[in-house]
């Protein structure tokens, strides 16, 4: 491996939400305890460096020492273009891209475009918790498809709800999350193919959060809905490089909206946008010269998975996990303790002093469950999964 995933390089002084957020951490009421021993692995982005073509494309920008407005330079859209052609066989049309200064601001211009307050929006919980408060924050109103976990813990669409709930007057979107976030649910094309269906034959507009669809394992594909569905004039699709090459900070999202009509008006809504020249030059270097870096941090993220299921299955038997099909966040179950939640809280947050969160934040029905997002050093990892292990000694 030419990347050395294992160094640990400290954050700290950085302004890095995770390592030096505390005062904010405890306000969002995740945790109580915050100090420097605390291991952070509760947002998702990652510990690791981005590939060096990225650092590279960001020192040309820093050099020209001169930082105005920009336009997008037609090598944006083609490094866009080529990507999705090569990696999901997805032909996307340089006029169908619209720049968003990020995914939830992206999905809040979506709801308040395409819907009317009082409106009813399809989220399928437990999920990531932006969903909800695009949709309440806006005055609409949440139609919950919660997903079904089987005995294995692996995520199942009840379509009979998905269909009543589309079949409802009010309902007017419905918001994808693929792959899904906290579960790791890759949807099939078989499923992309009867959600929109089932959507177009109920006028009930399809966003689609992709931007975890180049994080999947090495043995799974990942296929976009516009794809999967033939038809994508009433689909949204958002895709980033933020979670993909660890950018977020470069806020830096790309709606794709093959209908002219959906396009203008969330154009409008979006407004104009002045992109900075640091997002511009990191997307093309990461579209362009970052597969070879992605590919690896894939194989080590799987490495770190196979080392997560090893362990609890060795060390915490109780807790119930499974590998997700994407995303690198694990979404763990608790409920084998017999534990409250907050029992479960107080031993992992304040005793172990690991920062996850808690998965009543993704829904009632993560109520015993825990999300961690893995794609941080391994020897972090190790020692953040030792210590919370310690903790449930006394009830293994
Ligand atoms: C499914 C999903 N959508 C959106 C976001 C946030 O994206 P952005 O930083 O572009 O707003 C996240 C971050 O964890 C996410 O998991």
Not at 149 to 177: Q, R, V
Not at 306 to 325: C, G, H, S, T, Y
Request: charged share 25%; with cysteine; aromatic share 12%.
């Amino acid at each position: 491996m030419k990347y050395n995933f294992d160094e640990i390089i400290n954050r700290r002084g950085t302004y890095s939400v995770k390592w030096d957020g505390g005062d904010f951490i405890k306000k969002a009421g995740l945790t109580s305890r915050y100090d420097d021993e605390t291991i952070p692995l509760f947002t998702a982005d990652m510990d690791l460096p981005v590939p060096q073509p990225l650092i590279d494309a960001l020192h040309k920008t820093v050099n020209h020492r001169i930082f105005g407005y920009t336009v997008f330079p037609p090598e944006y859209f083609e490094a866009i273009q080529h990507w999705f052609k090569k990696r999901h066989d997805w032909e996307i049309k340089k006029e169908e891209i619209v720049y968003s200064p990020g995914t939830v601001h992206a999905l809040n211009v979506a709801v308040r475009a395409f819907t009317e307050p009082g409106d009813g929006v399809i989220i399928q919980r437990p999920v990531y918790p932006p969903f909800t408060s695009s949709i309440e924050s806006n005055g609409r109103v949440v139609r919950n498809n919660a997903l079904k976990p089987d005995e294995e813990g692996y995520y199942h669409i009840d379509f009979e709800d998905f269909e009543a709930k589309a079949k409802e007057e009010s309902t007017k979107m419905f918001i994808l999350c693929n792959p899904h976030n906290p579960t790791g649910r890759i949807f099939t094309v078989e499923e992309l193919k009867r959600l929109s269906e089932i959507c177009a034959a109920n006028n009930v507009l399809i966003v689609a959060d992709e931007i975890h669809g180049d994080l999947v394992r090495r043995s799974q594909t990942f296929v976009p809905i516009a794809k999967a569905a033939g038809d994508a004039d009433q689909i949204i699709t958002f895709t980033a490089i933020n979670k993909t090459f660890n950018v977020a900070g470069l806020h830096c999202t790309n709606a794709v909206i093959s209908n002219p009509q959906l396009r203008g008006k969330f154009s409008k809504a979006m407004g104009h946008q002045s992109p900075n020249p640091f997002m511009i030059s990191v997307l093309i270097a990461a579209y362009t010269e970052g597969e070879d870096w992605l590919e690896q941090l894939k194989e080590y993220i799987d490495g770190t998975m196979d080392w997560v299921v090893n362990f609890l299955a060795d060390q915490m038997p109780k807790v119930k996990v499974r590998i997700p099909e994407g995303t690198y966040i694990m979404w763990m179950d608790f409920s084998g303790y017999g534990l409250t939640p907050d029992d479960v809280h107080d031993r992992i947050y304040h005793k172990a002093n690991v920062l996850l969160e808690d998965g009543k934040m993704f829904g009632e029905e993560g109520l015993s469950f825990q999300r961690i997002c893995i794609p941080s050093p391994r020897p972090m990892i190790k020692e953040a999964f030792e210590r919370i292990a310690r903790e449930f000694e006394d009830v293994k």
